[in-house]
Every structure is written in C-alpha cells, then in structure tokens.
C-alpha cells in the first residue's frame, strides 16, 4: 500500500489544496482531496482486470469551487434537508439558510465541502480536520470533525467519521460520491442491479423533504429488498417518484451495529460495490437531471447516468423526535464508519 501527495493548486481564498492517491499493490486506487474532503476518483478492476475510474467529478480545483453538486464531498453540518431551514434545540429558535426550495440543504449557502480541509498522512490513512466555529451558517456550537480515508489491499474503501462539540448541536453527515459502475463516462446506472436491506423509507413531499411518515417498500416501486435493476420502477406512477422522476429517498435500514446496508452492481463491467454502515438511514439519489455540464475531461454528465449511496441519519428529524437524534453535545461525540467494498462478479 502506498500514499503519496500532490498539489492541487489554490484555492480563491489563497488555501493550498491537495491530492492522496492510495495504491494497492495491485494497482487499485483512490484519490481524495482536502478541498470539500472529497473523493475525486476511484479506479477498481473490471472482469477483464482494466482499471475504470467510477467516480464522477472534475478534472481542477477551479472546477471543484464551482461544483454545486457536491461531487465525492464530506456535507455537512447537516447533510441532506431541514425543512424551512428552522429548528429549536434547548428551547432556543434557530434559523438558516434556505438554499433547496423552501428548505435547507447539505450545511447551507457554503457549507463543509466548500472549505479546504487541513489534511495529513496517518500511517496508512489520510486524515482531514475541519473545526466549523460557532454560529457558522446559522448552527451553535464549536464543531470540530476528523474524517479518515483508508484503502485496502482488498479494494476497501473505508470513511471513518468523528465529531465533537463544545455544546449542543445538530449534526448529521455524508459522503456524496457519485457512482457509475462502468466508468464515470458512461451513459446510465438504471441498468445497474440494486439491493437496499429496508423494509421501509422515509415518505417525502413535492419538496423531496421528510415528512415524518414511514411507509413500508412491499408492493411498492421502493422495494429493492431484492436485487433489480434502478431503472425497472423509476418511472412508475406511484406518488413518491411523481414529483422528483426518481429516487431520492431515506431508506431505513435493516440490523444494528456495522452491517451490509447495499449492493450495486453491473453486469456490464462486473463490478460489485457493497456498502456497510453503522448509520440508520441510506440516501438512494439517482440524478433526474445533468449534475454537471463538464466533468472529467469536459464531459456532461447525463440524467440517470449515476447513483448515490449516502449514509447518514434520517433527514429533518430536528422536526420528527421519534426519529434517530441528530443532536450532538459535548459528553457524546459523534463516531461513524461507512465501507465501501468493491469486487467483481464473474
């Protein structure tokens, strides 16, 4: 395994910005960058044992200052929607910026990704720090948050999650990497298989927010308890998917502990990613629309051409208490892992 850095400019606020390849000793890699503590690229072996990069995102920082689409990014304080961009911890009002309709989306106007991160070699980890002081985009609290990338011989990518605040909160995060199984230029993930372990999602209105509502997936175009291809019933008439086109849903996961929560798949590249998480919830966001006119090599992404896998808390739960708690305070800090594993199917 090995880990090296390079320069990746500076950004328009005068920070120098990095990459970190972690290599395999098969040649397998991934690389991560301080700016948004992002993964930028994620090349794993096909059937035929050629490399394909199946993470979207830019070729530049410049790019990445641009990005609205929060590609490969670290959210956060609170990724994913707050409804009306209000809530009320300990009996106080808070208000923020309302930056997705009528609600609050992904941390604010700025939010984590849009910061460079301070970052370090750890052993044979990369490790980026982010301290939000108190007040920033609207949220209490001094909040200082580690994020740990690891890389295996197994083609393991492993995010390790840690946050701690100097009193009561809100916090809720993700990584948002965009995946095409067949490479990051290909045309569509609906004919990727899926497997989701939930029995059940969090209901959602015209606004894609969380209304409190947990409807069960049986009989539903959400059952993905068994595997299918994300296309099958993307365009159902079913009221969840009328407004949105596709899925951009919280699943609520099966099991406790860290546990199998996904698998995606090709049969076209016969590469396999399975997700696991300690998290309860998984975000399945399928873009309905281009996530960006020039990524990598100037290339427009299109509609349906990738799909997300975000682990997290339930979104607008500061609004629904019988929801996991998204409140962190001092004598408990935040601590998480999400893996994801990648492998081929013959």
């Known amino acids: ?99 997705n309709g009528p609600n609050h989306l992904h941390g604010g106007l700025r939010g984590f990704h849009h910061y460079n991160w301070e970052s370090q070699i750890s052993g044979g980890t990369v490790r980026f720090t982010r301290t939000s002081p108190d007040g920033e985009e609207g949220y209490p609290g001094n909040l200082t948050m580690i994020v740990t990338y690891s890389w295996s011989e197994d083609n393991e990518l492993c995010i390790s999650y840690q946050a701690k605040s100097d009193q009561d909160t809100i916090f809720n995060t993700t990584n948002h990497t965009y995946f095409n199984l067949d490479g990051e230029d290909a045309d569509t993930v609906l004919n990727h298989t899926l497997m989701i372990k939930a029995a059940s999602f969090t209901e959602t209105d015209e606004h894609s927010l969380t209304t409190g509502r947990i409807l069960n997936v049986a009989g539903t175009p959400m059952d993905f308890t068994k595997a299918k291809p994300i296309g099958r019933d993307i365009r159902a008439d079913y009221y969840q998917l009328r407004h949105s086109r596709t899925y951009d ?44 006119e020039h990524g990598k090599n100037g290339r427009r992404y299109p509609a349906y051409g990738s799909v997300c896998l975000e682990t997290q808390h339930f979104p607008n739960a500061t609004s629904h208490p019988e929801f996991p708690s998204v409140v962190l305070t001092p004598g408990e800090p935040f601590s998480s892992k999400t893996i994801y594993h990648f492998s081929v199917v013959n």
């Open 249 to 292: 849903h919280n699943f609520i996961l099966s099991g406790s502990g860290l546990t199998e929560a996904a698998v995606l798949s090709s049969a076209e590249s016969g590469i396999r990613l399975t997700c696991f998480t300690d998290q309860p919830g998984l975000q399945l966001y399928v873009p309905a629309k281009s996530p960006a």
């Open 1 to 99: 395994m090995s880990i090296t850095k390079h320069p990746f400019g500076t950004t328009s606020d005068g920070k120098d910005a990095y990459l970190y390849c972690l290599k395999n000793s098969e040649g397998a890699y991934v690389t991560v960058c301080s700016y948004g503590c992002r993964i930028v690229s994620i090349c794993v072996p096909d059937r035929e044992g050629t490399l394909r990069d199946i993470c979207l995102g830019y070729d530049t920082l410049e790019e990445y200052e641009k990005d609205t689409a929060s590609f490969g990014a670290v959210v956060g304080r609170h990724a994913n929607r707050i409804g009306k961009g209000e809530f009320t911890l300990n009996g106080v009002f808070y208000r923020l910026a309302v930056n």
